[in-house]
């Protein structure tokens, strides 16, 4: 049974950063391709980043620019670095594979305010 917890969120003023981290247990977590997620109040939940095993990266054209997601697999361990956060980056995120396992964690509070 998978299990991944995230930390690092938070109350951040518009232009701020965060760094978000997610630890995952349970599974070979060097196998699989790791993403960010988040879901805003009302909004379905979408990916805005995306790691290979090999360390290769794919963003959203919303946070492109802004945001970096990194891996540590010897720690298993995914984080997203979030720079020149907007009101819209408010949400909760989620971190898990793609595609992702059925489990999801509690996912970390950021809001963002203007």
């Known amino acids: 049974q998978v299990q991944l917890v995230e930390s690092g969120g938070g109350l951040v003023q518009a232009g701020g950063s965060l760094r978000l981290s997610c630890a995952a247990s349970?599974?070979?977590?060097?196998?699989?391709?790791m993403g960010w997620y988040r879901q805003a109040p009302g909004k379905e939940r979408e990916l805005v980043a995306r790691i290979t095993n090999g360390g290769s990266t794919v963003y959203a054209d919303s946070v492109k620019g802004r945001f970096t997601i990194s891996r540590d697999n010897s720690k298993n361990t995914v984080s997203l670095q979030m720079n020149s956060l907007k009101p819209e980056d408010t949400a909760v995120y989620y971190c898990n594979r793609l595609p992702p396992w059925g489990t999801w964690g509690q996912g970390t509070q950021v809001t963002v305010s203007s």
């Open positions: 349970g599974r070979t977590f060097s196998n699989y391709f």
